[in-house]
């Protein structure tokens, strides 16, 4: 599968030129008549008989970076050395790192942070286990946990490749939350060995945020680790989203002037997200829903392998619709893709109510390209970045860890779910409010403050919150 590098990347070809055969505006021409831009050349060394260059050109995807290489690389005394891009560029060595807090500088210093200081605070916690929140990283530090099975969109590609996404996710949560994330993918997809894994591990985090992972295993891996484990564990596919996709959906109701009970939903990709979106709509009182996946419409009276599907057609799907997605989309308010991508096509949306709403946010290609829905529709979001109305689980997640590990929360209950998503939703005034914003963005500084503060007070209402409530700020 080739991946969009995005519109207008920046890619970096690296060209070694005979001196004597090469002509750079051979060079600049083949780039700008394959509809390449040149930002930027770099002279990278100059030998005797050639000479190293990197020439940075903009381009709309991977297959219009493919062709202005082909047509580079076809000139006369030019060899292509490597092509890179900023994307990749910044993974070099990955994205994060660990920092200490304060230098090491002497033998004093070494004493306290290491043996023999370090053994009074190891006792002590021996003591008294509840002291590790205050003498140990446990208390801001939360694993960011995948087996690979269900990266993005990208299906099952184990978990090496993971990683980056991992390792995304841990930056998100540093920087938006001052949440300290570890990423780490495990070398199985066995549920029982998973257990064991995030049990044992447990001890030096606060939160286990389980990411990626497949349906069905996803849920009872998850089930299990909340009644076994006395941290937050929060499967961020599942509740990140449905807390996400609710907020936008209070705010993309309102502006069509429609009451989401009445809506008629369709949510196509009954996985880890489809799942826990669909009992999010239950909860808020939407009866009318729809599931769909590969085989079509899930409708009670059938049978399905996977037990959730079992579950799902009992609960949804009251007029018993049957059909693809194309017949079953006909007449919907919502449509929420979790799927894959190129899943609904124009003529599919032009079937919907009016004022229909399409949430295609499935990554990092959608269910369908705003371009094609937008004459169709009068709400469109994505899960990129790169579009407006982002309804993205890093709205989510930052602020919910956050305020779980302020308040010590035992763990992420409904209560804090709703919580937050009303507080996403309301970092948009009805003044802001248009087709165009109906979500805030990841940039918003109020979103994870709200995101916390909300949830901290759910937690407390509900019991789960630990710490004395004059203590958290
Ligand atoms: N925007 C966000 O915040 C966000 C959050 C979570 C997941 N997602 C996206 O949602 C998608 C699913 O993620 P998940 O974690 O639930 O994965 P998952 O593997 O648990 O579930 C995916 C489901 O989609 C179904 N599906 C795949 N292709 C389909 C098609 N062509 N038609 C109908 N159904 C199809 C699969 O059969 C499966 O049931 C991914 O693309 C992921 O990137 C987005
Ligand atoms: O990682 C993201 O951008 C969102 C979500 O967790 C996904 O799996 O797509
Ligand atoms: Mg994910």
Redesign the pocket.
């Known amino acids: 599968m080739s991946i969009p590098t995005g519109a207008n990347t920046n890619m970096i070809l690296r060209l070694e030129l005979d001196k004597e055969i090469a002509s750079f505006g051979n060079i600049a021409t083949a780039i700008g008549d394959s509809g390449g831009d040149i930002v930027a050349t770099d002279v990278v060394r100059t030998e005797k008989k050639s000479t190293v260059r990197d020439i940075t050109f903009s381009v709309y995807d991977q297959k219009h970076s493919d062709l202005i290489v082909e047509a580079v690389g076809k000139l006369p005394g030019v060899k292509v050395v490597h092509v890179s891009d900023q994307t990749f560029l910044l993974h070099l060595g990955g994205k994060i790192e660990m920092a200490t807090k304060f230098p090491i500088k002497n033998r004093d210093d070494l004493s306290r942070v290491y043996t023999p200081g370090v053994a009074r605070v190891s006792m002590a916690i021996h003591e008294n286990k509840a002291r590790a929140h205050s003498l140990t990283i446990k208390r801001n530090t939360v694993a960011v946990i995948s087996d690979g099975?269900?990266?993005?969109?990208?299906?099952n590609i184990g978990p090496e490749a993971a990683m980056p996404v991992m390792e995304g996710k841990a930056m998100l949560f540093k920087q938006l939350a001052g949440v300290d994330a570890f990423p780490i993918c495990l070398a199985t997809q066995d549920v029982e060995e998973i257990l064991l894994i995030v049990k044992a591990l447990s001890p030096g985090f606060g939160g286990i945020n389980l990411e990626?992972?497949?349906?069905?295993r996803?849920f009872d891996i998850e089930k299990r680790l909340v009644e076994e484990l006395d941290i937050p564990v929060f499967h961020?596919?599942?509740h990140?989203?449905a807390v996400?996709?609710m907020a936008g959906l209070i705010n993309a109701v309102k502006l069509v002037g429609k009451k989401l009970e009445d809506c008629k939903i369709v949510v196509?990709?009954?996985?880890?997200?489809?799942?826990a979106c669909t009992r999010m709509l239950l909860s808020a009182g939407v009866t009318n829903i729809i599931g769909?996946?590969?085989q079509g419409a899930i409708l009670k009276g059938k049978e399905y392998e996977?037990p959730f599907w079992q579950w799902y057609a009992e609960n949804t799907n009251p007029h018993h619709i049957e059909g693809s997605?194309s017949e079953v989309i006909e007449g919907a308010d919502v449509f929420i893709?979790?799927?894959?991508?190129g899943?609904l096509k124009a003529a599919d949306v032009k079937k919907m109510a009016a004022d229909s709403i399409v949430f295609a946010?499935?990554?990092?290609?959608p269910e369908i390209m705003p371009e094609e829905a937008e004459p169709y529709v009068r709400v469109m979001a994505?899960?990129r970045s790169d579009y407006p109305n982002?309804?993205?689980?890093?709205l989510c997640f930052p602020g919910m860890f956050r305020g779980a590990l302020d308040c010590r929360a035992t763990k992420i209950n409904e209560e804090m779910k709703l919580a937050a998503s009303h507080a996403i939703a309301s970092v948009v005034s009805d003044d802001e409010l248009n087709e165009n914003y109906i979500i805030p963005s990841v940039f918003n500084h109020v979103v994870v403050e709200k995101v916390r503060e909300a949830v901290i007070n759910a937690a407390y209402k509900s019991g789960v919150a630990q710490r004395r409530r004059e203590k958290v700020q």
């Not at 099975?149 to 299906?155: E, H, I, N, W």
């Not at 893709?337 to 991508?341: A, D, F, I, L, N």
């Not at 982002?390 to 890093?394: A, K």
């Open positions: 099975s269900a990266v993005l969109g990208l299906g990626d992972i497949s349906a069905p996803c961020d596919d599942q990140g989203t996400v996709l196509c990709g009954i996985g880890a997200a489809g799942t769909v996946d590969r996977n997605l893709g979790v799927s894959g991508p899943v946010m499935a990554n990092p290609s994505t899960g982002q309804i993205n689980n890093v």
